[in-house]
């Protein structure tokens, strides 16, 4: 025990920790003790890593790769970032406009650390992914939730986003394939978004770690195709944990103005310095190797994704817009709100995904943690059997509620 008058950073006690990650331990607690439960929680592909991938990981350890590396990761792999955007979208970018950090999500982290004052405000459209809120908070900025709506597919309306805006705001986040709603941001609505950012000066920070599951024909629009001149104003974060399913390896980058790279790499050689040698070699494996996993993938996932969808759409009161990208489904299920079962009463996304997790034995995640309540994520990073079978049992669940 901590002596009593010991107290812990008001940073911390500002934040809450991933919902997500406590989901998975009461289900696994559950399924310790014996229970049959299907996990549709988990934000990773079900697929291991590509062979070749892991054969150049551990040739890395193999060839004494396992000392220091520059700070914002070898130089390779910064060229192999940078040729992958030249290639895939014809961005020019220079290596040392890129990092490289433990995860896509250790980038952004950096990324708010090197841009954020107190008091300045970063804009992030809801549904959002859970970690962005509380990554400016403990950077001392002020999230603005900015809310998208599911008539509008979770796009932008353009007018809304106008009145979040003020002269505090300093960045927007723009994920797109979205996680939890798999949605994608209009090439127009990007449009608008860019000139706002031009004229009001804000920093873009596109979270593209979702742009190579995507279900429609050709490119993930994205805000530099809306306005290729914003080149200077974005950040781009991006990985390999999710096309190449390396959740574990712990790679990503960020690419952008030299200035806050720079000031990046201040703040990572005073943190985590280098992500680990062997990772970036098989990072490096990955991106200039084989380029059909990210395919498989998605091969993999698009008939799950059309049966979740139509399953959700079955029942009575439920409404899922179709994902155009990543691998989750986001149905609504407030028609079921103030509903019981055996006294318990549903009043939100919380205690409808503990009900599901109960009575259901399926483990999901509540809307509440991506700011829109409404709704419970589903991921379909899991196989057809279990998809089919959780369905039937959140089906049944429902239909118990009174
Ligand atoms: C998974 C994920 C990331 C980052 O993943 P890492 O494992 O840190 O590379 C970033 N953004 C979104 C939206 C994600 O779902």
Redesign the pocket.
Known sequence: MLPEKFVLAERVLQVAPSPTLAVNAKAKALRAAGADILNFSV?EPDLPTPAHVCEAGKQAIDDGYTRYTPVAGIVELREAVCAKLQNDQGWDYAPDQVQVSC????G?YNIFQAILNPGDEVLIPAPY?VSYPPMVQLAGGTPVIVPLKEENNFDFDPATLARYATPKTKAIVL?SPS?PTGAVFSLESLVAVAKMARDHGWLVIT?D??EELYYAEGKVPHILHADPQLKDQVVL?N?V??SFAM?GW?I?WSVGPIEVIKAMNKIQSQSTSNPAAPSQYAALAALTGPQDFPRLLREAFIPRRAYFVKALESIPGVSCVTPMGAFYVFPNFSAYYGKSFKGQVIDGSVALADYFLGEAKVASVPGAAFGADAFIRFSFATSMERIEKGMERIKQALANLR
């Open positions: 934000g995860g896509g999500k250790h952004l992914w994920n996680n979270d770690m979702y974060s990985g944990s999710k959740t712990r990503g």
